[in-house]
């Protein structure tokens, strides 16, 4: 249920849906719980790899570290 929650949010932030049409194929949900563990598991790793793929492979933007933006001075707490 954790990673169906993961990719919601994800979905939610970014406005961009995230393919699941290997996941969605093995039929199961996590509330079939009559279903087997071996079930469970291919379809918790299947659904994930699916998550990573689409972050991975979305083009990030490049940031740029520039030294003079940089503070001189450092904060410490005692």
Do not use: F, Q, W
Not at 7 to 17: A, C, L, N, R, V
Not at 28 to 36: G, L, N, R, T
């Amino acid at each position: 249920m954790l990673m169906i929650h993961i990719k919601k949010y994800y979905e939610g932030i970014t406005s961009e849906e995230i393919p699941t049409n290997r996941y969605s194929s093995l039929a199961i949900s996590p509330v079939h719980i009559h279903k087997d563990k071996k079930a469970h598991k291919e379809a918790l790793l299947v659904l994930g790899d699916e998550i990573v793929s689409h972050i991975h492979g979305r083009r990030m933007p490049v940031m740029s570290y520039s030294s003079d933006t940089a503070s001189t001075r450092v904060a410490a707490e005692h």
